[in-house]
């Protein structure tokens, strides 16, 4: 079946995911009338604000960092499209499931640091751990294809060009989450987190 890059049924939950960031952005950034500081993930006031799990994702740091990530949901569209989804809703509950999954994986490794009396204090923001995690979902569909998520059909077939794609992607985006200012832990979290998502 030929592929076709036009909009379909399924680009609303992309189109509604990139208004959403950029509605957070101008409330935030631009016009200032929610600090963002309020929506930062960060470790010591999560069990207080639990709500920052899911309001660090869509909360970004500039301008730069917020089209880098605009571009991974453009990147991340055009994979799914090739991998032939078959589904309205993947994108909003790969979304809403991994923010707690990723939170979850970056939770044992802060209690695992606590062993040895590390605690890590820092804050972070931005969609790309959700990125990271699509990449992660989309390179194992690519290689094994994958019919059902949570029990809905998406329809993924393996596909040898997307395969090539991501994992030159991941591979680079992981060089570059070593560049001062970005969370090596968050990418690599949320690369795990959508590995594991592969897997339910």
Same mark, same amino acid.
């Given at each position: 079946?030929?592929?076709?890059?036009?909009?379909?049924?399924?680009?609303?939950?992309? $189109?509604?995911?990139?208004?959403?960031?950029?509605?957070?952005?101008?409330?935030?950034?631009?016009?200032?009338?929610?600090?963002?500081?309020?929506?930062?993930?960060?470790?010591?006031?999560?069990?207080?604000?639990?709500?920052?799990?899911?309001?660090?994702?869509?909360?970004?740091?500039?301008?730069?960092?917020?089209?880098?990530?605009?571009?991974?949901?453009?990147?991340?569209?055009?994979?799914?499209?090739?991998?032939?989804?078959?589904?309205?809703?993947?994108?909003?509950?790969?979304?809403?499931?991994?923010?707690?999954?990723?939170?979850?994986?970056?939770?044992?490794?802060?209690?695992?640091?606590?062993?040895?009396?590390?605690?890590?204090?820092?804050?972070?923001?931005?969609?790309?751990?959700?990125?990271?995690?699509?990449?992660?979902? $989309?390179?194992?569909?690519?290689?094994?294809?994958?019919?059902?998520?949570?029990?809905?059909?998406?329809?993924?077939?393996?596909?040898?060009?997307?395969?090539?794609?991501?994992?030159? $992607?991941?591979?680079?985006?992981?060089?570059?989450?070593?560049?001062?200012?970005?969370?090596?832990?968050?990418?690599?979290?949320?690369?795990?987190?959508?590995?594991?998502?592969?897997?339910?």
């Amino acid at each position: 079946m030929p592929f076709n890059n036009l909009i379909t049924k399924y680009d609303y939950q992309y $189109i509604l995911t990139g208004f959403i960031l950029i509605s957070v952005f101008i409330s935030t950034n631009l016009i200032g009338v929610i600090d963002k500081e309020y929506f930062y993930f960060v470790p010591r006031l999560i069990s207080d604000q639990p709500y920052r799990i899911f309001t660090s994702i869509l909360t970004h740091a500039d301008l730069n960092h917020l089209l880098s990530n605009l571009g991974g949901i453009i990147i991340t569209r055009y994979f799914l499209m090739r991998l032939g989804i078959k589904s309205r809703f993947f994108y909003l509950k790969f979304i809403l499931i991994c923010s707690f999954l990723n939170f979850f994986i970056i939770w044992v490794y802060e209690k695992a640091l606590s062993y040895f009396n590390i605690y890590p204090n820092y804050s972070a923001l931005g969609f790309s751990g959700i990125i990271y995690a699509l990449f992660g979902f $989309i390179l194992l569909s690519s290689f094994y294809g994958k019919k059902y998520f949570l029990g809905k059909e998406i329809g993924f077939k393996s596909n040898y060009e997307v395969q090539k794609m991501s994992k030159t $992607i991941s591979f680079i985006g992981l060089i570059f989450s070593f560049m001062p200012g970005v969370s090596l832990l968050g990418h690599l979290s949320g690369f795990i987190a959508g590995c594991f998502l592969f897997l339910m």
